[in-house]
């Protein structure tokens, strides 16, 4: 079963339009959580985290909202570029045991930004 | 400064052959992960070691996988008798520390070796 789930394999977003991407989890020891992005060819990159005490963090373009109740996440890139087209994916761990140690991975959303 | 690397990028092998994979992480990193990822899926964690020893390889899926880190660096992932179903894109990971949720200490991920078992 899965624990962490990114229900839109794909998105198409304008150049300079906001891309939403979503992120659902189901288990409630997930604490920190984080989005990763990647290229063809490429390992992932990370690219944004946020401590379950928080529901919002922002670095530049890239914000991500936490919503414990409804075990939801999104993350917003604005403006979206071109460059941005990548695949995202959503990540989880645990804050202590052996989950600690581990991240896991949805299986990714395809982002395509047009020119 | 230099990332983490996989050698080889590629490698096709033939079902039932033994293969290796290497990783060498970010300089100073004590923490290291492999990750497989199939087709269409994310990344799966197989084990992680701090320092030279494996402190969870609860991911590993069966005894035809095992790995070393001998000198607390450079790490070898090793599959014994591959199978078709082995086929993917294995992926290491360094950290500076080893607990996800620690201040400035995500994962670095190599750009994977994709095995293919024919």
């Known amino acids: 079963d899965q624990q962490v789930k990114q229900n839109s394999p794909s998105l198409s977003v304008q150049e300079g339009r906001i891309s939403i991407l979503n992120c659902d989890y189901t288990?409630?020891?997930?604490?920190?959580f984080l989005w990763y992005k990647k290229y063809p060819a490429e390992g992932p990159t990370f690219l944004i985290s946020?401590?379950?005490?928080?529901d919002k963090n922002e670095d530049g373009r890239f914000t991500v909202f936490l919503n414990k109740s409804a075990k939801h996440l999104s993350l917003h890139i604005v403006p979206s570029q071109p460059g941005d087209s990548a695949v995202y994916f959503c990540?989880?761990?645990?804050?202590?045991?052996?989950?600690?140690?581990?991240?896991?991975f949805g299986k990714g959303t395809k982002l395509s930004v047009i020119p | 400064g230099a990332g983490v690397s996989q050698t080889p990028s590629n490698k096709v092998t033939e079902k039932g052959k033994y293969v290796e994979l290497r990783c060498d992480p970010i300089?100073?990193?004590?923490?290291l992960y492999w990750y497989r990822q199939s087709l269409g899926q994310g990344p799966e964690f197989l084990i992680y070691?701090?320092?030279?020893?494996?402190?969870?390889d609860s991911g590993l899926p069966n005894d035809r996988f095992f790995a070393v880190r001998p000198e607390g660096s450079v790490s070898t992932l090793k599959i014994q008798r591959t199978e078709r179903g082995d086929s993917a894109v294995y992926l290491c990971?360094?950290?500076?520390?080893?607990?996800?949720?620690?201040?400035?200490?995500?994962?670095?991920f190599g750009n994977g070796t994709r095995l293919t078992v024919t």
């Open positions: 946020i401590s379950s005490i928080k």
């Open positions: 300089s100073g990193h004590t923490a």
């Open positions: 990971a360094s950290s500076l520390k080893p607990r996800m949720s620690s201040y400035n200490s995500p994962l670095h």
């Open positions: 070691f701090q320092g030279t020893g494996a402190a969870d």
């Open positions: 288990n409630s020891m997930f604490d920190y």
């Open positions: 990540a989880a761990s645990e804050a202590s045991g052996a989950g600690s140690y581990q991240l896991t």
